[in-house]
């Protein structure tokens, strides 16, 4: 095997480095209407600000990236942890709510001009002390997570969700549990359920202790029995389990429920399935909805029907109040509510669409 022969000439050498000026002299905009655009601050028009961000992008401009933290003070890193799966690091990116929250949010923030680091759960102390976080997502905590309470004791502002509302430091993004939950247990009733089931993680964060509480009250309040199945751990295979635990046989002695929320992550197709093996006919003998972000739901036979907790529009919320905090000083406790959007299919419909 012969050796490629070698290019004569010295390599190109580097030109000179365009600096914020040139940018603005070629776009014919100030110096600090092309830094607001490129950082994603201050009050421009979209045309204005692309027009500076493409014709930084066609010169090959690239900002300073030491002498930008020095002059603000941060390193520009924000971490990045999914509470709920703490006991097992990155697996949460199997999951296409995490998958689609997590991408969003590493989006919505770099074109803010921060970087996303991907955080092992743990102790911070031992883990992760040493970075210098600017702040810190934490997704779904559980119920006492610590990670939260030594991000705050190191004054590291944390965006979370509703579990941390009122918290000096903390901000949230979240759905409303409750609201989501009475949406879904209507619509099974309004198609004729009356006895709807209910399979939830084992794990409780805030939303899953919202979604039970809601659905008791809903039994409670209609006169019907709970019917609930907890899942131990997360993943496709203990949630099916959970799911055929739930409904029991068809045609047994003890009637077993005409509807299901499966609540816990898992994939549509599999929860369809699941069902056919106990012996039941979707719709026909039991309506179906998930709580799931995954696109294959829309192309089972039949479609099922889907709560969405909309992550992306989550993440975009999230990064709008890490902005307040960090680049305008709003130190104050905040929050605000992401509407779900349930997206009724005939897996959940009495009469199927034409």
């Avoid at 014919?28 to 992008?57: D, I």
């Avoid at 690091?89 to 995490?98: A, G, K, R, V």
């Avoid at 998958?99 to 991907?118: K, N």
Wanted: with cysteine; glycine share 10%; hydrophobic share 40%.
């Amino acid at each position: 095997m012969t050796e490629a022969p070698r290019r004569a000439g010295k390599p190109p050498e580097a030109g000179p480095r365009v600096r914020l000026v040139d940018v603005a002299r070629e776009a014919g905009l100030s110096k600090t209407t092309v830094s607001a655009a490129l950082n994603g601050t201050g009050r421009l028009s979209p045309a204005v600000r692309e027009k500076a961000r493409e014709t930084a992008r066609t010169m090959g401009y690239r900002p300073n990236a030491v002498a930008r933290q020095l002059r603000a003070g941060r390193a520009r890193l924000i971490g990045y942890v999914v509470g709920e799966l703490a006991d097992a690091p990155w697996t949460f990116l199997e999951s296409p709510y995490f998958a689609r929250l997590t991408g969003a949010t590493a989006v919505t923030a770099l074109e803010r001009g921060y970087a996303v680091v991907l955080l092992p759960a743990g102790s911070l102390q031992d883990e992760w002390a040493g970075l210098p976080l600017d702040a810190v997502v934490v997704a779904d905590p559980v119920a006492g997570d610590r990670i939260v309470d030594e991000l705050l004791a190191a004054r590291i502002p944390v965006f979370s969700d509703r579990s941390v509302e009122g918290r000096p430091g903390a901000h949230w993004v979240d759905v409303d549990p409750g609201a989501a939950t009475r949406e879904v247990l209507d619509h099974l009733r309004g198609e004729g359920a009356r006895r709807p089931a209910m399979v939830l993680p084992g794990s409780m964060t805030a939303f899953h202790t919202g979604v039970l509480g809601a659905y008791r009250d809903w039994c409670a309040a209609h006169g019907l029995p709970e019917r609930t199945t907890q899942v131990a751990v997360p993943g496709n295979g203990p949630v099916i389990a959970a799911v055929e635990a739930a409904l029991g046989r068809a045609g047994a002695a003890d009637e077993g429920p005409d509807a299901l929320f499966v609540v816990a992550e898992a994939s549509p197709p599999l929860v369809l399935e699941a069902a056919r093996r106990r012996g039941y006919r979707v719709p026909g003998d039991l309506l179906l909805v998930c709580v799931s972000e995954d696109v294959t739901a829309e192309h089972t036979r039949p479609a099922v029907t889907t709560l969405s907790l909309r992550p992306q529009d989550v993440a975009r919320a999230g990064t709008e109040l890490l902005m307040s905090v960090l680049e305008r000083g709003d130190a104050a406790p905040s929050g605000r509510l992401v509407p779900t959007r349930l997206d009724v299919r005939d897996s959940s419909r009495r009469t199927p669409s034409g």
